[in-house]
T-cell receptor, first 112, second 112 residues
């Protein structure tokens, strides 16, 4: 089975802190994604990567950056956390050209 | 612009009856559709999908119907079970596109 692992289930950070969310997948998938889930808004794409060192902005990239130095790892960075970034963050991966996404368990981030 | 819409935020169904979740889309280029199920504090898991060349796909208790002329798809669960209580997201993709577009989600509650 595909395993997508997010490093933290719950995080509490203060406004202005730099935050790193880590995601690792074990199935040699080409594509990796970061979504955030908010009530009433569904899943919104922040960034995605279709190869090592490649990244593309999603629908809501403002305030975020990403890093993909190795194929299995995709990191989401909040340069200066703000309260409106309090959310559930979901990492996902898939085989290139296969549309089915496999999700991690999510990280519930609270910014105080 | 919300390209994939789930207009019912919540749905309550009696155990054993049929649950019908609906999803509308606006982009006629979408050619692959998926349903995901999400429990609290977990990542979404893939449920069922359908290609635009079909109008129905069935997997056990789950059936997805696609009406391309109406740009509408629905997920039928029969019979509904308590374990089906979750948030359901529909998603759509265009062949070769890198990202899935998700709806807002519908919270399904199955009452005993």
């Amino acid at each position: 089975d595909v395993k997508v692992t997010q490093s933290s289930r719950y995080l509490v950070k203060r406004t202005g802190e730099k935050v790193f969310l880590e995601c690792v997948q074990d199935m040699d998938h080409e594509n990796m994604f970061w979504y955030r889930q908010d009530p009433g808004l569904g899943l919104r794409l922040i960034y995605f990567s279709y190869d090592v060192k490649m990244k593309e902005k999603g629908d809501i990239p403002e305030g975020y950056s990403v890093s993909r130095e190795k194929k299995e790892r995709f990191s989401l960075i909040l340069e200066s956390a703000s309260t409106n970034q309090t959310s559930m963050y979901l990492c996902a991966s898939r085989v290139y050209s296969n549309e089915k996404l496999f999700f991690g368990s999510g990280t519930q981030l609270s910014v105080l | 612009d919300q390209q994939v819409k789930q207009n019912s935020p919540s749905l309550s169904v009696q155990e054993g009856r049929i649950s019908i979740l609906n999803c509308d889309y606006t982009n006629s280029m979408f050619d692959y559709f998926l349903w995901y199920k999400k429990y609290p504090a977990e990542g979404p898991t893939f449920l069922i999908s359908i290609s635009s060349i079909k109008d129905k796909n069935e997997d056990g208790r789950f059936t997805v119907f696609l009406n391309k002329s109406a740009k509408h798809l629905s997920l039928h669960i029969v019979p509904s079970q308590p374990g089906d209580s979750a948030v359901y997201f529909c998603a759509a993709n265009t062949q070769g596109a890198q990202k899935l577009v998700f709806g807002q989600g519908t919270r399904l509650t199955i009452n005993p």
